[in-house]
Nanobody, 115 residues
Framework: VQLVESGGGLVQPGGSLRLSCAAS????????MSWYRQVPGKARELVTL????????DYADSVKGRFTISRDNAKNSVYLQMNSVKPEDTAVYFC?????????WGQGTQVTVSS
């Protein structure tokens, strides 16, 4: 099982970034997918999730209206479009797959929002 995030980097406040997560080794289309983020010294927090069929998405209040999650089950991938980013969005972003009591994590990708 692998979840490999990509697309992180340095972006200026107000800018945009698109994260990708490529999955392999499990039946991706059956799993709900989420993005979490974590800063040093703080707990990992849920940013957004999407159901297996994309019929529902949820967002943390802090990112509503700015971030968009999407998935492509044909490509075994999930994406996070980040717009109007703020310095407080700086964190390591993790991809998560969950089905019942089974959960998989990626290794994370660093996003730094700074001028």
């Amino acid at each position: 099982v692998q979840l490999v995030e990509s697309g992180g980097g340095l972006v200026q406040p107000g800018g945009s970034l698109r994260l990708s997560c490529a999955a392999s080794g499990f039946t991706f289309s059956r799993y709900a997918m989420s993005w979490y983020r974590q800063v040093p010294g703080k707990a990992r927090e849920l940013v957004t999730l999407i159901t297996s069929t994309s019929d529902r998405t949820d967002y943390a209040d802090s990112v509503k209206g700015r971030f968009t999650i999407s998935r492509d089950n044909a490509k075994n991938s999930v994406y996070l479009q980040m717009n109007s980013v703020k310095p407080e969005d700086t964190a390591v972003y993790f991809c998560n797959a969950r089905l019942g009591g089974v959960a998989y994590w990626g290794q994370g990708t660093q996003v730094t929002v700074s001028s």
